[in-house]
């Protein structure tokens, strides 16, 4: 008797097979896949606390270089003009500063404190005005100091 099914050779099968057996393999199992996850958290544990520390120590340069440059303009705006600017515009009107720096701490130009003499200058005899400049952040850096007092 003739069959009418279709017969198969041994190579069409054994290809059926191992495209079956492939197909189960190409996944990840859930183990891995939670190995992969814990790995992740390790690295960004380690690596986010880093980051941040060094995002605030850039902050800090930028803030000590602010304050520097902003002291050395006052001081040099009193010995030129005779008398201390009465208030840190005049040191950007008067073409000491480009523009006010933006406290890197607060994010904004209208925050830096300014300490005021109001008492004659012993020295030059001349009215009072603008004598120093700080941050108006009320945080504390990463040597446990204010930014407030720097």
């Not at 393999?25 to 880093?50: K, N, Q």
């Not at 201390?84 to 701490?105: I, R």
Request: charged share 20%; hydrophobic share 40%.
């Amino acid at each position: 008797m003739v069959s009418l099914l279709p017969i198969r050779s041994r190579s069409s099968r054994t290809e059926a097979m191992a495209s079956r057996i492939s197909d189960a393999d190409s996944g990840f199992t859930l183990l891995e896949l939670l190995i992969v996850m814990m790995i992740i958290a390790t690295l960004s544990a380690i690596a986010i606390p880093s980051f941040t520390r060094n995002v605030k120590a850039a902050k800090e340069a930028v803030l000590r270089e602010d304050l520097h440059v902003m002291r050395e303009a006052i001081d040099s705006y009193t010995v030129d003009e005779q008398k201390a600017p009465m208030s840190l515009n005049d040191l950007v009107t008067a073409g000491y500063l480009k523009a006010l720096p933006k406290d890197p701490m607060t994010g904004r130009d209208d925050t830096w404190l300014t300490s005021q003499s109001d008492s004659l200058s012993s020295v030059d005899q001349t009215a009072g005005g603008i004598d120093d400049v700080h941050s108006n952040a009320q945080l504390t850096a990463l040597d446990g100091s204010s930014y407030n007092t720097w």
